[in-house]
Nanobody, 117 residues
């Protein structure tokens, strides 16, 4: 199993970034995909989730209206479009694949997003 994130970097407040996650080694379309983030000194938090078919999405309140999660089951990829970024969005962003039956949970290595002027 491999999950590889990319697209992080340094951006000014108000700017945009698009994170990508490429998955392999498991049946991607069976899994719920999520983006989490962990800021320095804080616990990891769920940012956005997309259902296995890509028709349902959920966001944490702080990113609603600014972030959009999407997936391409043909390419085994999931993306997080982040607009109007704020310093509070600074964190390491992790891609997660999860299913309940049978239980499975896979993580990527993370990509750093820094929002600063």
């Amino acid at each position: 199993v491999q999950i590889v994130e990319s697209g992080g970097g340094l951006v000014q407040p108000g700017g945009s970034l698009r994170l990508s996650c490429a998955a392999s080694g498991f049946t991607f379309s069976w899994y719920i995909m999520s983006w989490y983030r962990q800021a320095s000194g804080k616990e990891r938090e769920l940012v956005a989730t997309i259902g296995s078919a890509g028709t349902s999405t959920q966001y944490t309140d702080s990113v609603k209206g600014r972030f959009t999660i999407s997936r391409d089951n043909a390419k085994n990829t999931v993306a997080l479009q982040m607009n109007n970024l704020k310093p509070g969005d600074t964190a390491v962003y992790y891609c997660n694949a999860a299913r309940r039956v049978p239980p499975a949970n896979y993580w990527g290595q993370g990509t750093q997003v820094t929002v600063s002027s």
